[in-house]
């Protein structure tokens, strides 16, 4: 991966840029590669943060991408490796699965970067920008359904409540209805398309974020199911994660850094006791912060990556105590993200 794969919302509509790894002395200074260890790279994309670590180390990398052209792309870096990198194409949400069936559990690394690449950004036929007119697609991979699928098919509450949940947009009940409104007449299959509908709605000052960023990004949120995708690794992490590994989480807005500091908060107290109940019950810390609190890009790479100035980074290291049961993994979710599909009316 060699942008930082998630990027802050006004950057859906960048133009071609180069790819920068987001943070990476900060990644590699949290993750603290070793030989003779293996890590995971969650997010693979342009491999940036991959070939740092395989640089850092004598060590192993086990790659994923949900995207096949990602997978693709990484062919170089492969054959570059000498045999210490291998690329899996699959959800990161499977790592702790993956790395089981491969016999090479546990791992003394993990490290996600939440989102979208900005090649997938930059690419005009993937659909994610709303600066370029493509198709409404929006998948990292190449099946489910698309958004342009979920535009068309959606109620028009439950697309104000993705809009809402998921965008964070506070006119997305209206945004929902002029789709609505709008599809009657004509499918809505294009990014332009869709951007003009959201724009006729929410009005932006000069210098203010444009007014499709968030309708774009919680639609991609939708297709993707990007939120439980990263629910499911944090605890796939956990699980495969030894003593002393760290975890190293970038993300790039609220909704994804909220649950990670969740998690982590959650995962790394001592069950509470008092004077009344000595005896505290619940499980042990799984993890210990590594960085208090949230580490963000310096400015000297702000000034030089615009994209990584929403960029936020959480680290925690493995301790000895068994992984958390997963029944409370659902309350770090925003409430209903179901993702049935309505009916059209």
């Known amino acids: 991966m060699t942008t930082g794969r998630g990027v802050g919302p006004t950057d859906a509509a960048g133009g071609p840029t180069r790819h920068f790894p987001v943070m990476l002395p ?24 991959t070939g740092a670590i395989l640089n850092a ?23 570059a490796s000498g045999g ?31 989102g979208v690449s900005s090649m997938q950004l930059d690419q005009a036929e993937r659909g994610f920008s709303f600066r370029r007119d493509g198709p409404l697609d929006m998948r ?16 028009e509450t439950e697309l104000a409540h993705i809009i809402w949940t998921l965008g964070e947009e506070r006119f997305s009940r209206q945004i929902a209805r002029a789709i609505v409104t709008a599809r009657t007449e004509n499918p809505i299959t294009r990014t332009l398309q869709l951007a003009d509908i959201v724009a006729k ?7 203010e974020v444009h007014p499709a960023t968030r309708t774009f990004q919680a ?6 199911e990007e939120l439980k995708e990263l629910v499911g690794a ?73 994209r990584s100035r929403s960029a936020k980074l959480r680290a925690a290291e493995r301790t000895d105590a068994p992984a958390h049961p997963d029944g409370d993994l659902a309350g ?14």
């Open 140 to 155: 990292m991979a190449d099946t489910g359904p698309s958004a342009a699928d979920l535009v068309a098919d959606l109620e």
């Open 219 to 224: 639609l991609r949120i939708a297709v993707n």
């Open 26 to 49: 900060e990644v590699l200074a949290h993750l603290a590669p070793k030989d003779a260890a293996l890590y995971v790279d969650g997010t693979f994309g342009a491999g940036g943060y």
């Open 201 to 207: 709605v929410v009005w932006a000052k000069p210098g």
């Open 234 to 306: 944090l605890a796939a992490a956990e699980r495969v994660l030894k003593p002393g590994g760290r975890l190293v989480v970038v993300t790039f807005h609220s909704l994804e850094d909220r649950i990670v500091k969740n998690f982590l908060s959650h995962r790394s107290k001592a069950p509470s006791a008092s004077r009344h109940m000595p005896q505290a019950e619940g499980p042990a810390p799984s993890f210990r912060l590594v960085a208090k609190g949230m580490v963000e890009a310096s400015s000297d790479e702000v000034a030089g990556n615009p």
């Open 332 to 345: 770090l979710l925003p409430a209903d993200l179901s993702q049935r599909r309505g009916r059209r009316r």
């Open 57 to 79: 180390a004598d060590c192993r990398v086990i790659a994923f991408d949900r995207d096949p052209t990602a997978i693709t792309g990484g062919a170089e870096l492969v054959a």
């Open 84 to 114: 210490r990198l291998t690329l899996v194409q699959d959800r990161f949400s499977e790592l702790g699965n993956v790395v089981e069936q491969m016999g090479l559990a546990p791992l003394d690394g993990v490290v996600l970067d939440i």
